[in-house]
């Protein structure tokens, strides 16, 4: 697939200003109850809150698999409609029951158009385009937003012109159909269906870094509504840690095929074990919220990056692209059934190394830990040779084009090692790849191991 810059841009903004709103949405959301609920019944809004979001994405994951075309435009448009009524609404209303429900809503359309970013997050990567350097960065960016606008100097002005603009701009990349890359420029820059393990290890390997963060998660969650904001904030300069986290995972999260983010996320996940050592220290507070957030850009980074590449070749494409962002609000419910804020410092760090243990032995039968490039394949018997020599002439293939053809044939490798391979750009393999289906009528990848089979039989 072609990246353009001004695609890459507009992806980027995509992706920010989705983030920006989410953030700024739940942080709003969070005080539907000042006023009216207790201390113990605000802390649970912020938790409903996740429930909602979560019902948001499985319903867009629905919606996509039940009604793929005459529904999803008019759903899309009309879930845009009632988020921005119920955001203005929260923006310049008071705290009251009315307000609650309204805020609850929020979170669900929040939760169906995170569905739809999501996916369309995972089409570009199925199609071979740097989902990394995007997502990092728009992440990044939309942060850095919310923190200048919500929180730096207090609320800002310009918050609701800023998500004016974040609302057009999701409008005008959601309100059409999800584009659908076609097989010839995708086939070569993903594998076929994952196994069943790999999503089976993939929500556990992201379950599990989740866990570490959820002790320091709960535990200021608690102080924070306590302390009205004040005393402890979780919003605060510490946050902003999260932007060179995510920077980072921008620079290595394309580099052969993204082999290096299970390792940099658990590297920088091992921070938060340090959450149940310093808590309850005053002036370890500050160190402990630079900690928490650098390992929770690191496991975002890790579940966006792992679920986006693993998507595409899924059964239910939309219901997978999001399965991180599911896990990670079930993951803060899970925290708040378990009360892991309330339990001793010790006892976290028991779980924490219980976890960390079967994580590297997850990633190790996972394979995250191999950074080689694939070997060649093997050298093909000799009635195979015939069969490309044969496909070469019934199609009129070029010697570069045979060569390619093999590769596809015989290996599931993706383009960029393909290209390593070869020695040839990734553009070039592309260009190849459009005139070996064009010459010889495939469609996709397996179509082209069908007529290798077909070409067998004839010999």
């Known amino acids: 697939m072609p990246e353009k810059p001004k695609e890459i841009l507009t992806r980027i903004g995509l992706y920010a200003a989705y983030v920006f709103l989410m953030l700024s949405v739940l942080r709003i959301a969070s005080h539907a109850g000042d006023g009216f609920l207790s201390v113990q019944q605000q802390e649970m809004v912020y938790y409903v809150l996740q429930i909602f979001v979560i019902l948001g994405f499985f319903a867009y994951a629905f919606v996509r698999e039940r009604h793929r075309i005459h529904m999803e435009r008019g759903l899309c448009i009309g879930i845009l409609a009632a988020f921005f009524v119920c955001v203005t609404a929260m923006l310049f209303g008071k705290s009251s029951p009315v307000y609650m429900a309204t805020a609850f809503l929020a979170a669900t359309c929040l939760g169906y158009l995170g569905g739809a970013v999501y996916e369309r997050m995972s089409e570009f990567a199925g199609a071979g385009g740097r989902v990394a350097a995007v997502g990092s960065v728009g992440y990044a960016a939309g942060i850095a937003l919310?923190?200048?606008?919500?929180?730096?100097?207090?609320?800002?002005?310009?918050?609701?012109?800023?998500?004016?603009?974040?609302?057009?701009?999701?409008?005008?990349?959601?309100?059409?159909?999800?584009?659908?890359?076609?097989?010839?420029?995708?086939?070569?820059?993903?594998?076929?269906?994952?196994?069943?393990?790999?999503?089976?290890?993939?929500?556990?390997?992201?379950?599990?870094?989740?866990?570490?963060?959820?002790?320091?998660?709960?535990?200021?969650?608690?102080?924070?509504?306590?302390s009205g904001y004040v005393e402890y904030n979780v919003y605060t300069w510490p946050r902003l840690m999260m932007i060179p986290c995510l920077l980072l995972f921008a620079l290595l999260g394309d580099r052969r095929e993204g082999r290096y983010v299970p390792l940099a996320a658990l590297c920088i996940a091992l921070a938060a074990l340090l959450n149940a050592v310093l808590v309850g220290s005053a002036g370890a507070y500050r160190l402990n919220m630079c900690l928490f957030y650098a390992a929770l850009a690191a496991t975002v980074s890790y579940y966006n990056l792992v679920f986006w590449r693993l998507a595409p070749g899924t059964k239910r494409p939309a219901?997978?692209?999001?399965?991180?962002?599911?896990?990670?609000?079930?993951?803060?419910?899970?925290?708040?059934?378990?009360?892991?804020?309330?339990?001793?410092?010790?006892?976290?760090?028991?779980?924490?190394?219980?976890?960390?243990?079967?994580?590297?032995?997850?990633?190790?039968?996972?394979?995250?830990?191999?950074?080689?490039?694939?070997?060649?394949?093997?050298?093909?018997?000799?009635?195979?040779?015939?069969?490309?020599?044969?496909?070469?002439?019934?199609?009129?293939?070029?010697?570069?084009?045979?060569?390619?053809?093999?590769?596809?044939?015989?290996?599931?490798?993706?383009?960029?090692?393909?290209?390593?391979?070869?020695?040839?750009?990734?553009?070039?393999?592309?260009?190849?790849?459009?005139?070996?289906?064009?010459?010889?009528?495939?469609?996709?990848?397996?179509?082209?191991?069908?007529?290798?089979?077909?070409?067998?039989?004839?010999?």
């Open 146 to 226: 919310q923190y200048l606008l919500q929180f730096w100097h207090g609320r800002s002005r310009l918050l609701p012109a800023a998500m004016l603009l974040a609302f057009c701009l999701l409008a005008w990349r959601l309100s059409g159909k999800a584009e659908r890359p076609t097989e010839a420029a995708e086939a070569p820059a993903r594998r076929d269906a994952p196994p069943r393990r790999t999503l089976l290890f993939a929500c556990l390997i992201a379950a599990i870094m989740l866990l570490f963060l959820q002790f320091y998660n709960s535990y200021i969650q608690h102080l924070q509504i306590i």
């Open 319 to 459: 219901l997978w692209a999001g399965m991180g962002r599911v896990i990670d609000s079930a993951s803060v419910l899970l925290g708040a059934l378990l009360r892991i804020g309330t339990l001793p410092s010790a006892a976290v760090m028991a779980v924490n190394v219980a976890g960390l243990a079967a994580l590297i032995v997850l990633m190790a039968v996972n394979g995250d830990f191999v950074f080689a490039a694939s070997e060649a394949p093997a050298a093909p018997a000799p009635d195979a040779e015939t069969r490309f020599a044969a496909m070469a002439s019934r199609y009129g293939l070029t010697p570069k084009e045979t060569a390619l053809l093999r590769e596809l044939v015989l290996t599931e490798d993706k383009q960029t090692v393909i290209g390593e391979r070869m020695d040839l750009k990734v553009k070039t393999i592309q260009k190849y790849v459009t005139q070996i289906y064009r010459k010889t009528g495939a469609t996709t990848r397996s179509g082209l191991t069908e007529l290798y089979h077909n070409t067998m039989a004839g010999i």
